[in-house]
């Protein structure tokens, strides 16, 4: 005995199904594809924003973005590298069957990583930010001395923050009201 049901549909393929349901349906001759008013909002938006300096500022900004993440991501890989590289370590210091999973770790398998970690650090304090937050981040690790490691002077990172810093001013996301109305 079967838990499967079956349905009767007297052995008509699935398109004929659709027509008995209903007796006016028929298909298109041809592929029609008419656009959907979301669309044609779409496609005007996109082609107005091209032409506005709001528009301009937002491709600018979205151009960075894909710069910022891409170094972002760099400095969370090498984050993640170290913690894995302690965690192993740790295990295989407690003798944790855990350990034994991996290569036997050793404290100068440490160097690679953290100067690579560095050097991506690095790289992101130079990457232009895409938006004030990012410059935030980057105050903050100047103050926090993040640089001091590598060969990046207090001098160069602070240039990297004012440019950033010009550009938003540059490419506001949207004009003050002051500025509409005059």
């Known amino acids: 005995m079967s ?17 008995l349901r209903n007796p006016l349906f028929q298909f298109p001759t041809e592929d029609v594809v008419e ?8 496609q005007r938006r996109l082609q107005s924003e091209s032409q ?18 891409q170094s972002e991501r760099r400095v969370e ?23 034994g999973n991996h290569q036997r770790v050793e404290d100068w398998h440490w160097h690679p990583i953290i100067d690579s ?17 990012n410059v935030a981040w980057k105050q903050k690790a100047l103050a926090a001395e993040e640089h001091k490691y590598t ?10 923050i004012a440019r ?9 996301t949207r004009r003050k009201r002051k500025e509409r109305s005059a």
């Open 164 to 172: 950033d810093l010009k550009f938003f001013e540059d490419h506001p």
């Open 77 to 99: 890989y090498w984050k993640a590298c170290m913690k894995m590289h302690s965690a192993i370590r740790s295990a295989q210091l407690a003798g944790l069957p855990e350990g």
């Open 52 to 69: 506005t300096e709001t528009g301009k500022n937002a491709k600018l900004r979205l151009q960075r973005r894909e710069a910022w993440w």
């Open 35 to 42: 656009p959907t008013r979301g669309d044609a909002r779409r």
């Open 151 to 160: 060969d990046l002077s207090s001098e160069r990172v602070e240039a990297a």
């Open 117 to 133: 970690y560095r050097k991506a650090i690095a790289e992101l304090l130079l990457t232009p930010a895409s938006t004030l937050l």
């Open 3 to 19: 838990n499967i049901l079956t349905f009767p549909t007297g052995g008509l393929p699935p398109s004929n199904i659709r027509e």
